[in-house]
């Protein structure tokens, strides 16, 4: 049974690999990328497509039994034909089972700065519900990385953690966590026809950034701001379309539109990690990430 994982140079795709051979052996994965040599695990087999060019993904998905299509990026392209050119190329290869790495989400966030890209990943999960193809689809909490760097950041600046997430909770998790519970629906067909919400506990935003204090030895301090600071805050820093996204993701925070329960132990046997001993397993140095 191959499994192959698009995008497999990203940061996600750079985890999954890893833990699918540990699962199915080397044999049985194959990476795909835009730029198959930036895919740093040796000895698997790799394979170049693009999501832009629909002709890439039946030739590319050749012999391929199950295909964990990792999401396009946020950017001014036309995100839902990427995903729908990886799922025609699917369906004419012959695969049989397709996951799509998707985004939590439990409606509220209708009303946010969020909504389009939400959108996108609804349509996704759609497309692969209508392609006749068995399918999984892991909806991913709030990468847990991303406000832990920002956190050990704000260390520097001040001592104050802002955005515009307020009180509401949302359901953070590290990719590392990610991997191993997306691996196992992969492999798994007890899994099929289904959506899990791949989710830590859920926190709010004060309650992380003590959490981040108590194991990094810090003293920072959260403090809540409006949709338009936060905006002017990211844009010079990230662009717009990404400081959109972002502040969306905020609203949805603060809209609770990410608390929802988690379904980690129905896909991989055990609880997510405590959130505590995920900040403290992520990888290398905080602030790079």
């Known amino acids: 049974m191959k499994i192959a994982v698009t995008a497999s140079s990203g940061n996600l795709g750079q985890l999954l690999l890893p833990e699918l051979v540990r699962l199915v052996g080397t044999k049985n994965v194959v990476g795909i990328a835009r ?16 999501y832009e060019n629909s002709e890439d993904w039946s030739i590319a998905l050749e012999g391929i039994d199950t295909v964990i299509l990792i ?39 209708a009303d946010t700065l969020y909504a389009p890209v939400a959108a996108i990943n609804r349509q996704a999960e759609q497309d692969i519900q209508e392609s006749g193809l068995k399918w999984s689809i892991p909806r991913n909490g709030l990468y847990l990385e991303f406000d832990v760097a920002h956190i050990v950041n704000a260390a520097n600046e001040g001592n104050i953690f802002r955005n515009n997430g307020g009180e ?31 989710v830590g506990e859920c926190h709010t935003q004060a309650e992380l950034v003590q959490m981040v ?8 301090n959260y403090e809540a701001i409006s949709d338009a ?14 400081a959109n996204m972002l502040t969306g ?12 329960a988690s379904d980690f132990k129905a896909a991989t046997g055990r609880p997510a990690k405590s959130i505590t001993q995920q900040i403290a397993e992520i990888n290398g140095n905080p602030t790079s990430l």
């Not at 730029?35 to 693009?50: F, H, M, V, Y």
């Not at 359901?171 to 791949?198: F, M, P, S």
């Not at 204090?213 to 920072?220: A, F, I, S, T």
Request: with cysteine.
């Open 213 to 220: 204090n108590e194991v990094h030895g810090l003293h920072v």
């Open 168 to 198: 509401g909770r949302c359901g953070y998790i590290t990719r590392d966590e990610i991997a191993v519970a997306t691996a196992q629906i992969a492999i798994d067909d007890q899994h099929n026809g289904k959506i899990y919400n791949l």
């Open 249 to 260: 993701c905020y609203q949805c925070i603060r809209n609770g539109a990410y608390d929802v």
């Open 229 to 242: 600071e936060c905006f002017a805050k990211l844009e010079p820093l990230r662009g717009e379309i990404v």
């Open 35 to 50: 730029s198959p040599e930036k895919i740093t695990l040796g000895n698997i087999e790799t394979r170049q497509a693009d």
């Open 71 to 109: 999401s396009s990026p946020a950017g001014p392209w036309d995100r839902i034909q990427m995903h729908r050119n990886v799922i025609e190329g699917a369906k004419q290869a012959g695969v049989r089972k397709i996951l799509y790495s998707s985004v939590i989400g439990n409606g509220k966030e």
